[in-house]
């Protein structure tokens, strides 16, 4: 069966060191998109990409960049992590027609102190 | 600007008192409403997607419909499984995803 997934599941870091988190679909669908979850604030979107080359800044961009090399995977980087991005990420995919439906990830708990 | 507001905030009922979790929406072109649950610890689970007002669509013990203006999730009976959170998201111009806050529902036997 096709599945998101995403690594590592829960992740301790420090303030200022650079942390990837990784995604990986095998639904082959173009569209990927991650999401980060505060209580207060519900999913809000980071960044997203429609196929490979092509990435998009969402509503909370600041702090985050994402390349994609193919289409299985888009990795979220955080430059220098800061206490604000004590979050809960989550991936979602999507085919390339409008109102087709997000898949989620079992997403990734990250602290940072 | 979109705006996606869900209430109430939390819910609890006894097993079998049904209910309807409500989802206001402003969006300009709205392509497409979707309802998703989430339990503790885990990623979104798609339930429904309703495409223009009037449509219901439904699913064991749940019900969604839509106008204009809001969507409702009738949940007919509950069951202690079915406590979760319920998200509410609307897509418009783009395939991104605006997400209210969510329903946390209880429901207790």
């Known amino acids: 069966d096709a599945e998101i997934t995403q690594s590592p599941r829960h992740k301790i870091t420090e303030t200022g060191r650079q942390v990837t988190l990784a995604c990986h679909q095998t639904?082959?669908?173009?569209?990927m998109f991650w999401y980060r979850q505060d209580l207060g604030h519900g999913l809000r979107l980071i960044h997203y990409s429609y196929g490979v080359q092509d990435t998009n800044k969402g509503e909370v961009s600041d702090g985050y960049s994402v390349s994609r090399s193919n289409t299985e995977d888009l990795p979220l980087t955080l430059e220098s992590a800061a206490s604000s991005q004590t979050s809960v990420y989550f991936c979602a995919s999507s085919g390339s027609s409008f109102q087709e439906t997000q898949y989620f990830g079992p997403g990734t708990r990250l602290l940072v102190l | 600007e979109d705006q996606v507001t869900q209430s109430p905030e939390a819910l609890r009922l006894q097993e079998g008192e049904s209910s309807s979790l409500n989802c206001s929406y402003t969006?300009?072109?709205?392509?497409?409403l979707f309802w998703y649950r989430q339990d503790p610890g885990k990623g979104p689970e798609f339930l429904f997607t309703?495409?223009?007002a009037g449509e219901e669509k439904e699913k064991e013990r749940l019900k969604a419909t839509l106008t204009k203006k809001e969507s409702l999730l009738h949940i007919t009976a509950p069951k202690p499984e079915d406590s979760a959170t319920y998200l509410c998201?609307?897509?418009?111009?783009?395939?991104?995803?605006?997400f209210g806050k969510g329903t946390s529902l209880l429901v207790t036997p």
């Open positions: 998201a609307v897509q418009n111009s783009g395939y991104a995803l605006n």
């Open positions: 969006v300009s072109g709205l392509r497409g």
């Open positions: 309703l495409y223009s």
């Open positions: 639904w082959n669908h173009n569209n």
